[in-house]
């Protein structure tokens, strides 16, 4: 894909959903190829729920998913092995990022960057894992309404780049999430993972399932990332 980008998709207009798919190995080539899978650039309601987001490429940013919406949910995704990033949020996102796990992207997990116009998100119970260079990275127009219960364990640089570590406040932790097969792609919990029943309760934005339709939470809370562990 060229121009604008959205390698596998792109949304310009309109609100709806994105629910249950596998995006994966597209590219978003040419002088500004945003969103290697997905570029989310409308002004609407968009949610984007309980997908794969895998092996994807941009030329600039997002090489998963980059998120201009200015209302976007993002929850219950995957993403792994993308180049940059697993998830860009841009210009005048106001997006809830919750219960995602990002796994083994190139760069980064999570990138909030801006221009003039502000991002605000809400990022609680994402799980970021083996990142090259940085976990989150944020820029001077980034601001959280909340970072709350998020696990980083990268094994690049830092986990943070751009903000203050909050590891140890607000419920966000650093610790090897213990994933049962992560070379073969499969990023459940398990058994004595610090991940479980770690998360905040986030029924409050819709989130009362996870990547697999499990109800949440199975345990004494939400777990961290994409998968509830039975």
């Keep these: 894909s060229d121009g604008t980008g959205g390698g596998g998709l792109s949304i310009s207009e309109g609100s709806g959903m994105i629910w249950g798919n596998q995006i994966t190995g597209n590219a978003a080539s040419g002088s500004s190829g945003d969103g290697g899978g997905v570029l989310l650039y409308t002004d609407a309601d968009v949610l984007f729920d309980a997908n794969i987001v895998e092996g994807n490429v941009a030329i600039n940013m997002g090489g998963g998913v980059r998120a201009q919406s200015n209302a976007a949910t993002i929850s219950n995704n995957i993403f792994a092995r993308n180049d940059p990033s697993g998830l860009n949020l841009s210009y005048a996102c106001t997006g809830a990022v919750i219960n995602n796990t990002f796994a083994e992207n190139v760069n980064l997990g999570l990138e909030v960057v801006s221009g003039e116009q502000e991002v605000t998100a809400t990022i609680i119970n994402n799980l970021i894992f083996g990142s090259g260079s940085f976990g989150v990275r944020v820029n001077d127009h980034a601001a959280f309404s909340a970072f709350t219960n998020n696990l980083l364990y990268v094994s690049g640089t830092a986990d943070y780049s751009g ?64 998968c509830e562990s039975f």
Excluded: H, K
């Excluded at 090897?176 to 934005?205: H, K, T, V």
């Design 163 to 226: 903000m203050d570590d909050p590891t140890g406040t607000d419920g966000n932790i650093s610790a090897d999430p213990l994933f049962e097969l992560p070379e073969a792609g499969w990023y459940c919990l398990q058994e004595g993972s610090p991940a479980i029943d770690a998360g905040a309760d986030a029924s409050s934005y819709g989130v009362t399932e996870d990547y697999y339709g499990t109800g949440r939470a199975l345990g004494a809370g939400y777990d961290i990332g994409a």
